[in-house]
């Protein structure tokens, strides 16, 4: 690399750090998140525009633009809530700073038919069964003992595989019936806290974020909650390697999304979850999280050196 390109690397290393720096000054954690979700993307096609007739010179700087990212997202993670009993009992949408987003009106995803919150009129959609666990009026007690006396979660050992070659299971949370299940019956949403795009952008941990899209509306939901604990389950190749989702026999829970809308007009989707079949009492809860064979073997797909 010649004097010349090494000193227009450099220049753009100092112009990578002074612009996340003065993100980082920004006092408002959410305007900061916003700021730093335009910086990046453009400190990275001024790279590419400018060290685009030398590949080597192009790799450092993005290796300096991805490592002042990670160091940014780090000093301004948000954390998750560790899953315990009191996570449940808490009302399942929370914002940035930790407060509850309580929903007004619930539709159907599949229709457009909208039902307030404060109607329990029953109907086809099975929008009541949703209530216990988003209600505002309920206490977070009541909402807590309505997940206790179905589900509960615990570390799962050897005896729970489904299939020996499971065995990175071993050790994480489950999701196991509290009592016997019927088909049909609702188990809950998947809760946790809401994040835009630019939130997203910085997550460090994406692993339990769904989409919570609903409309034109972008935005993400970090599980938090028991039904974010809940496995999947995956099909094998010969040398034991994660390669797909299973068949559908794998599962006994199914999800159905549903749009909401809060008081204060933020729109978003939610994940109700409903039991396939009749469960057992102790009989671990998994449903399919439709994961390509490529996000599969990215995610789950480990090569087996334990020996």
Not at 139 to 158: C, F, P
Not at 294 to 304: L, N, P, T
């Amino acid at each position: 690399m010649s004097t010349m390109t090494q000193s227009r690397v450099q220049a753009l290393i100092d112009t990578i750090q002074e612009r996340i720096a003065g993100v980082e000054r920004i006092t408002d954690l959410d305007a900061r998140h916003n700021a730093i979700f335009d910086v990046v993307p453009t400190l990275k096609a001024e790279a590419e525009q400018a060290l685009a007739d030398d590949p080597d010179a192009l790799k450092e700087a993005m290796d300096a633009l991805r490592d002042a990212f990670d160091r940014f997202k780090h000093a301004n993670a948000i954390p998750r809530l560790p899953y315990s009993s009191d996570v449940d009992a808490r009302y399942p949408y929370r914002d940035a700073l930790g407060q509850p987003v309580h929903i007004a009106v619930l539709w159907d995803a599949t229709s457009k038919v909208m039902e307030p919150i404060s109607s329990h009129a029953s109907n086809t959609l099975r929008i009541e069964d949703l209530y216990p666990y988003v209600d505002p009026r309920i206490d977070n007690h009541t909402r807590g003992q309505a997940y206790e006396n179905m589900l509960y979660s615990r570390k799962i050992v050897a005896a729970d595989l489904r299939d020996e070659r499971e065995y990175d299971l071993i050790g994480q949370r489950g999701v196991f019936a509290a009592r016997r299940i019927q088909a049909g019956e609702c188990l809950g949403v998947y809760g946790g806290r809401l994040m835009s795009a630019a939130m997203f952008f910085c997550c460090v941990d994406d692993t339990f974020v769904l989409d919570a899209a609903a409309g034109a509306s972008v935005t993400f939901v970090d599980g938090e909650n028991i039904l974010a604990m809940a496995n999947t389950s995956l099909a094998y190749n010969a040398d034991g390697k994660a390669v797909c989702q299973a068949d559908d026999r794998g599962y006994n829970m199914e999800a159905r999304t549903f749009h909401a809308s809060s008081y204060c007009g933020r729109q978003f989707s939610i994940r109700a979850f409903f039991a396939s079949q009749a469960i057992a009492s102790g009989t671990e809860l998994r449903w399919n999280y439709r994961y390509s064979p490529d996000m599969v073997r990215h995610v789950f797909g480990r090569a087996d050196d334990r020996g």
